[in-house]
């Protein structure tokens, strides 16, 4: 029986679940005759924008790909988006419910960071607790989310694996507890236990495995967020970039951050605003030189592209030098 079988089975959820975290029901079942989006922007274009020259949707957005050491021009209808990325397999009812929900939450979204970024002010509570909800949802969506969470099943599965073939009677009874037979061939014990040894397998998941556990988790991501204490950081010129990992997650090197343990967490509202959320209150000193660094944190995060309102954005390199060339930019040098 091949591994990924037993830990990663297909899954399947409605659309309308989801739907309901933030609808009230006015939005009905889905419309059959409406053409599907097929553009899934991972990073929202409403987001985007205030990182533009203009805070606008139609604003220019330069996008600097560190993957393909290339920088372009371009808009945030233009960026930051896969094709199908969130559709759900068959039988869905609505195989675009995620992306229709996002769209939904973006349009509730969009106003705040509208008057955030033109006021240049923090947000109120109701702002904030609405922003921390977005944040959640932000650090699922992207594409660094998916190998994040398929490596932490990968990393529980050894583990649980390498406890239940402790010995034949141990693997048998793991077997009958998952309701599986363990007469089926290719379910002995000395079989499996070289093939785990052999380490020449790998998990997989498909898209609707993703999005179960993104959405399954956001109500804890949340309450974890708003134990932080969250403070809010101005720059008049608009030197904030933003990156296709829009959450950014600081701790001690060597060991697995997350929303709970992480020093520092910063999320940059628009090119002006800079949110940061810490474990104790501390006040930052808002120059140019702090919000260099906090550049460089976001590009140490990027996936694979940075975005911001001007090419020769300033970053903070390990020398503590203001630079703003970005290819002179290696995460290798932190």
Known sequence: MPLHFIVAQKTHFSGVAILARFDNGSMGPPIRHEAQPRRHHYVPQCWLAGFTETGENDGRLWVTDFSRQRQWPTTPANAGHIRDFYRLSD????????????????????????????????????????????????????????????????????????????????????????????????????????????????????????????????????????????????????????????????????QMIGFANAELIIYAVSRHVLLTGTLVRVAAPMN?????????????????????????FPWMDENRHSQTDWQRFSKDRF
């Open 91 to 254: 039988p869905a009812p609505d195989p675009v419910a995620v992306e229709r929900f996002f769209s939904r939450l973006e349009g509730m979204v969009a106003p705040v960071l509208r008057a955030l970024d033109t006021e240049r002010r923090p947000p109120s509570d109701d702002e904030l607790d609405l922003l921390l909800h977005f944040i959640a949802y932000q650090w699922v969506r992207v594409p660094r989310f998916r190998p994040f969470v398929l490596g932490v099943l990968e990393r529980f599965t050894r583990q649980r694996m390498t406890e239940e073939l402790r010995t034949p009677e141990t693997w048998r009874a793991g077997l009958i507890e998952a309701g599986m037979d363990p007469d089926a061939p290719g379910a002995d014990y000395e079989s499996v236990r070289r093939f785990l040894e052999s380490g020449e397998y790998s998990i997989t998941a498909e898209t609707d495995w993703y999005l179960q556990r993104a959405f399954s988790d956001i109500d804890g991501l949340v309450e974890i967020l708003r134990r932080r204490y969250w403070g809010t950081s101005i720059t008049q010129q608009g030197r904030l970039i933003a990156s296709d990992n829009p959450v950014v997650m600081e701790g001690e090197r060597g």
């Open 288 to 312: 140019f030189n702090y919000f260099a660094s906090m550049n460089t944190l976001t590009l140490l995060s990027v996936d694979a592209q940075a975005y911001s309102h001007i090419a020769d």
